[in-house]
T-cell receptor
Framework: GAVVSQHPSWVICKSGTSVKIECRSL??????MFWYRQFPKQSLMLMAT?????????EQGVEKDKFLINHASLTLSTLTVTSAHPEDSSFYIC???????????FGPGTRLTVL | AQSVTQLGSHVSVSEGALVLLRCNYS??????LFWYVQYPNQGLQLLLK??????LVKGINGFEAEFKKSETSFHLTKPSAHMSDAAEYFC???????????FGTGTSLTVIP
């Protein structure tokens, strides 16, 4: 089946630094990938749609200059949290459509803790 | 516009008892419906999906769900709960293009020994 990986699985950083999270589709190509944010005990909130070879599409209220998305290849999308602050601490999950696009396959998530 | 509502943010069942997690949807187009399970500190794993074929869908780990258009529902069931079923369950709806997925708020399932 379709497998999506994320790296790192957990990262702790100091306030003001930038953190890059990778999302890879391991056994299929994905022209589109999605980035979600999940707060404790809450559902997933779509942040942005990552498009291979073009600019990402951000959901309303998501700062595109703070959450930089790059989709440089058909198997890799990266999310960079710039100048991170404690309020950016969250669980970030990516997904990619597989199986003829009607199903989303999710990565294992990345827990970001900003001190 | 599409949305899902999951009734009951917390459900507790005894081990061996029936599991019923409720999901109602709203969609202006024929919906594609999904149930995902999330274990602590992990991503989402697909349990099952409805994509306009059979209305009774069987998934992994003994779960199944029935699409009822008249009730706009897609409830998840399992005849006998196991301790390993304790997790967070999310219902989602999409238009089938693989793009926008709309998630419910999730239901936390606790299995009591």
């Amino acid at each position: 089946g379709a497998v999506v990986s994320q790296h790192p699985s957990w990262v702790i950083c100091k306030s003001g630094t930038s953190v890059k999270i990778e999302c890879r589709s391991l056994d299929f190509q994905a022209t589109t990938m999605f980035w979600y944010r999940q707060f404790p005990k809450q559902s997933l909130m779509l942040m942005a749609t990552s498009n291979e070879g073009s600019k990402a599409t951000y959901e309303q209220g998501v700062e595109k200059d703070k959450f930089l998305i790059n989709h440089a290849s058909l198997t890799l999308s990266t999310l960079t949290v710039t100048s991170a602050h404690p309020e950016d601490s969250s669980f970030y999950i990516c997904s990619a459509p597989g199986d003829g696009t009607d199903t989303q396959y999710f990565g294992p998530g990345t827990r970001l803790t900003v001190l | 516009a599409q949305s899902v509502t999951q009734l009951g943010s917390h459900v507790s069942v005894s081990e061996g008892a029936l599991v019923l997690l409720r999901c109602n949807y709203s969609s202006s187009v024929p919906p594609y419906l999904f149930w995902y399970v999330q274990y602590p500190n992990q991503g989402l794993q697909l349990l099952l999906k409805y994509t306009s074929a059979a209305t009774l869908v069987k998934g992994i780990n003994g779960f199944e769900a029935e699409f009822k258009k008249s009730e706009t529902s897609f409830h998840l069931t399992k005849p006998s709960a196991h301790m390993s079923d304790a997790a967070e369950y999310f219902c989602a709806v999409s238009d089938g293009t693989g793009n926008q997925f709309y998630f419910g708020t999730g239901t936390s399932l606790t299995v009591i020994p």
